[in-house]
C-alpha cells in the first residue's frame, strides 16, 4: 500500500550508523517493500547486534511468501539466535485478496519454522481494516486515515540514557519516522530527521513532546491526571461504557491519551463480530479546554441512516487536597 515498488535496499552502513546509538530493542519489526528478497541487511543486523552488544528481544516479520529463499530462512535463524525473548519472534505470511498468491514450497517450509505465526493469514481483509495511505487511498479502498504523528510521547531520560516507548521506523533511505505505514511519498514529507544529516539521538531529543503550560502544577498546587474515556453503546464497545486512568505524570497521561487516540483511528469496533463496516466514517474534533480539562477529543461514529454514536477522550488535572506522600502510596 505504500506505493510504486521502489528498488531500495538498506545499505550495511545504514545499519551500522544506527546501531551506534543504540543499546536495546524490545521488537524489531522488518518490513519493506518485500524481505524475503533482502536477506543480507537481516544477517548484518544480527552481527552489528553481537559486536556492539545490543540486545535485541524479539523480531516480527511479515513475507508474501511469492518464492521460497533459504537465504531468507537462514538470516532469519541467525537473527533469531541473538534475540533475549525468542519465544515472542515471529514470522508470517500476508495472504489476502491484495497478494499474489503464495509459493506452495514457501508456505510449506516457512510454517515449519518453530517462531512462525498464522497471524497476517487472513484470507480475506475487510475493506474497513485498509488504512487510507499510498495506493490504498489511490484506489479508494482504505477506510481511515491516521493523523501524522508529530512528536514521541512515551519516554524517559536517565542520564545520558534515553528509553523511548513509542516505536521509531528506519526507512531504507535513512529517514527517522514515527509512523511505519506512511506511503513512500508521506515518508519523504513527513519524517523528522534523516540519520546521514543529524545524529540519531539529536533528532528523536528534538521530537520530544514538550509539556503545555496548563497541563504544568500551579502555585505549588499537586495534582493527579485522569484519562477519562466515555463511549456510547456500539461504538468501542458493545455497551456503553466510562473509564478513567489516574496518572502521577502529566507526561505518562498525555502518552495514554495520545495512544488511544491512535488505536481509535487504526482499529475502531462497531459492530458485535469486531468488524468494521465499510461505510462507517469517522470525525474527530477537539474538545474546548475548560476549567481543569487539559485536552479532549470527541469522536463521532457514523454510518448512512443510522444516528451518530460518540466517544469522548478527554484529561483533567485533579488536584489533590490530602497528603501527597499518601496519594503516591
Known amino acids: 500500500m505504500r506505493g510504486e515498488q521502489q528498488d531500495e535496499t538498506m545499505p550495511t552502513d545504514t545499519i551500522q550508523k544506527l546501531f551506534e546509538y543504540v543499546s536495546e530493542i524490545e521488537q524489531l519489526s522488518i518490513t519493506g517493500g518485500e524481505p524475503s528478497l533482502a536477506p543480507e541487511p537481516i544477517r548484518w543486523i544480527a552481527y552489528f547486534a553481537k559486536s556492539y552488544s545490543i540486545k535485541i528481544g524479539s523480531f516480527f516479520c511479515a513475507t508474501n511468501a511469492g518464492e521460497y529463499s533459504k537465504e531468507f530462512v537462514d538470516a532469519l535463524n541467525g537473527l533469531y539466535t541473538v534475540c533475549t525473548a525468542p519465544d515472542k519472534c515471529i514470522l508470517t505470511i500476508s495472504t489476502d485478496q491484495y ?8 508456505l ?32 479508494n479502498l ?6 501524522f504523528t508529530e512528536h514521541i510521547y512515551d519516554f524517559d531520560m ?11 521506523y528506519i526507512n531504507a533511505l535513512g529517514d527517522v519516522l514515527l509512523d ?25 531529543i528534538e521530537s520530544f513532546y514538550k509539556l503545555p503550560e496548563q497541563y504544568l502544577p500551579e502555585n505549588n498546587q499537586r495534582y493527579v491526571y485522569c484519562v477519562h474515556i466515555a463511549s456510547e453503546a456500539n461504538t468501542i464497545t ?33 459492530s458485535k463480530d469486531g468488524r468494521i463496516p465499510d461505510d462507517l466514517d469517522m470525525k474527530f474534533g477537539e474538545l474546548p479546554e475548560i476549567e481543569d480539562r487539559c485536552a479532549g477529543t470527541e469522536i463521532r461514529y457514523l454510518l448512512p441512516g443510522a444516528t451518530p454514536k ?3 477522550v478527554e484529561i483533567f488535572r485533579c488536584p489533590i487536597e490530602e497528603d501527597y506522600d499518601d496519594v503516591r502510596k
Open 310 to 312: 460518540t466517544v469522548i
Open 158 to 168: 536517565h542520564g545520558w540514557n534515553m528509553h523511548i516507548g513509542d516505536r521509531i
Open 108 to 139: 510449506s517450509e516457512y510454517r515449519k519454522l518453530s517462531y512462525y505465526s498464522t497471524e497476517k493469514e487472513k484470507g480475506f481483509l475487510p475493506k474497513g481494516n485498509i488504512l487510507l495511505e499510498g495506493r490504498a487511498a489511490e484506489n
Open 238 to 270: 458493545i455497551k456503553p461504557n466510562e473509564s478513567r486512568v489516574y496518572y502521577l505524570s502529566p507526561l505518562k497521561a498525555v502518552s495514554a491519551y495520545q495512544s488511544v487516540l491512535n488505536n481509535l483511528r487504526i482499529t475502531p469496533v462497531y
Open 142 to 147: 482504505g477506510r481511515f486515515s491516521k493523523p
Open 99 to 106: 497478494h499474489s498468491e503464495a509459493d506452495p514450497k514457501a
Open 180 to 204: 511505519p505505514d506512511l506511503s513512500y511519498l508521506n515518508q519523504t514529507d513527513e519524517n523528522i530527521g534523516n540519520i546521514w544529516q543529524s545524529p540519531f539521538d539529536q533528532i528523536l
